[in-house]
């Protein structure tokens, strides 16, 4: 499976803060926003990544994380110069597609919980159609709700619905056989102007293929599109980390974790940063996590 990152947009809710530097380059905690997105595709076990983004700031993730080899990653880069839609990312990355399943997730999206790695290799395995996350929230009309059957089956979609029939968000998280390709490039933007994520994941609605993985309980899901939201995300990821003496997306201890870089190579991550408590902490991971 190959991964995109979508990290564009102008983030217009979080000005001034973003009239200089892109929203998904914001700090979280004490690591940049995208780290969390990116985490979550190293989880899943990708390792061939794509970030999209605007030409003024693509430069700026390229300086952040080269081309990702020091994680024992391939990250490639590409511009979306409008927003016009997350499906267009499929258009923009289908060269780096190529004929596999791909992984989308936005970068400003944040997601947290306990045995997410297992929930997150469970559902990519041999992926036939889509695969979506939904979380409940307090106020579904302001995103796009999925409802499920009985038996859990996604029977239906609606972006931000006056009446909601339920209160599952879908989240800025989602799977998708190669068929995304063909699909995201034969839609029609909406009256907004915009290709719409819905009409994709309706195509494969109509077709019985969509499958909806409610998060749930234990989980969270935090979108930082506001200063509030922002805000709330960095009490929550700091408030945790001290508490436990552990790092949410902390990219150098997953790579260690998943096996794509060693102890070492951890452990020197970890001094190019080390008068910060992060690479500290990057150390401490690789000393812990050494052969005996």
Avoid at 78 to 106: K, M, S, W, Y
Avoid at 139 to 154: A, M, Q
């Amino acid at each position: 499976m190959k991964g995109i990152i979508l990290a564009g947009g102008s983030g217009t809710r979080l000005q001034p803060l973003t009239l200089a530097v892109s929203k998904q380059l914001l700090p979280v905690g004490d690591k940049p926003m995208i780290y969390y997105p990116l985490s979550v595709l190293m989880l899943t076990g990708i390792r061939d990544i794509l970030i999209i983004s605007t030409p003024g700031d693509l430069p700026q993730f390229r300086r952040l994380l080269g081309d990702g080899s020091q994680l024992g990653l391939r990250i490639g880069y590409e511009t979306q110069a409008r927003p016009n839609g997350l499906p267009e990312a499929f258009v923009i990355g289908a060269d780096h597609i190529g004929d596999d399943p791909v992984a989308l997730i936005l970068g400003d999206n944040i997601f947290h919980g306990q045995n997410f790695y297992s929930v997150l290799t469970e559902n990519s395995r041999d992926v036939d159609g889509c695969v979506l996350f939904g979380y409940p929230v307090q106020d579904p009309e302001r995103y796009g709700v999925g409802e499920t059957g009985p038996d859990g089956t996604l029977v239906s979609i609606e972006e931000k619905p006056e009446k909601p029939r339920s209160n599952t968000a879908i989240t800025g998280l989602y799977f998708y056989d190669n068929s995304v390709v063909d699909v995201a490039k034969n839609l029609r933007p909406s009256d907004r102007g915009e290709l719409e994520i819905s009409d994709v994941n309706r195509w494969y609605l109509e077709r019985g293929s969509a499958r909806l993985v409610n998060l749930g309980r234990g989980f969270a899901w935090l979108d930082t599109g506001t200063p509030h939201s922002l805000l709330q995300a960095g009490q929550y990821v700091g408030t945790l980390e001290e508490r436990q003496g552990v790092r949410i997306a902390c990219v150098e201890e997953v790579a260690l974790r998943m096996g794509y870089i060693d102890s070492d190579e951890c452990y020197g991550l970890g001094v190019r940063l080390g008068k910060s408590r992060y690479g500290e902490y990057v150390m401490a991971i690789a000393r812990e996590l050494a052969p005996a």
